[in-house]
């Protein structure tokens, strides 16, 4: 396997967030432009992100030089606050890699952005479900509830039912949790589907239970990819649609 290429992007944050992404890239091209050749700019627009971009350069030498001037530079009276990206950027995969590179390096970064979107799911439930303060714990604290505190939500003073992360936001693994299968596919059916991706173990469907089944990697990244490209599959002359996600833990 090759040798990685040296990360080559800077991470800008600290910007003006009502400024227009555009006008944002059109400013830090004439900034870091200076320091060398500029082949992307990513400036993020969704709300938690907002505020942050990233620029690539086409050698990681630009990268470094630029943060060791740029960093606390005021753009639209804010001062900037810059540092060397943690992975690198999609255009410094494609300039410097091959086709084959780029597929894996997508697949990695998508399935981290899964990851973290599902644990932020599960946080945001867990936050939801926890019990209102100033019911029974309250009481029995020798003080009484508040008025408009009172409600069948408060009975019980234990931490709710755990947060379920959806099917779609769980976290990469080995295995994939196959559904929606016409009644007569078998191990040998699903084999010719599956087993034409890297790493493919074994097939195991439920006895008893038609309509799913388990597929089995020896890598997350066999998964990764067995999943991307036969969830949603028709089947059956598109009578069905084939529904894969990763096992639940």
Known sequence: MAAQQPIATVYVRNLEERVKPELIKEALNAIFSEYGNVIDIVAKTNLKAKGQAFVVFDKPESALAAIEDVHGFELFEK?????????????????????????????????????????????????????????????????RPAKNARGAGL????????????????????????????????????????????????????????????????????????KENTAGMPLKNGEKMMKVTYQRQ
């Open 155 to 226: 009975k019980s003073t234990g931490a709710g039912p755990a947060a379920v992360v959806p099917d779609e936001y769980l976290p990469p693994n080995r295995i994939l949790f196959v559904q929606n299968l016409p009644d007569d596919f078998d191990k040998e059916t699903l084999t010719d589907i599956f087993g034409r991706f890297e790493g493919f173990r074994e097939v195991r469907t439920v006895p008893g239970r038609s309509g799913i089944a388990f597929v089995e990697y020896e890598a997350e990244a066999g998964a990764i990819t067995a």
């Open 79 to 143: 001062p900037m606050q810059v540092a060397l990206a943690r992975t690198r950027s999609d255009a410094t995969v494609m300039q410097n890699g091959n086709e084959e590179e780029f597929d894996a390096h997508k697949r990695r970064r998508m399935a981290e952005k899964d990851k973290k979107k599902a644990l932020e799911t599960a946080e945001e439930q867990k936050r939801l479900k926890r019990p209102v303060p100033g019911g029974a714990a309250a009481a029995e604290a020798g003080g």
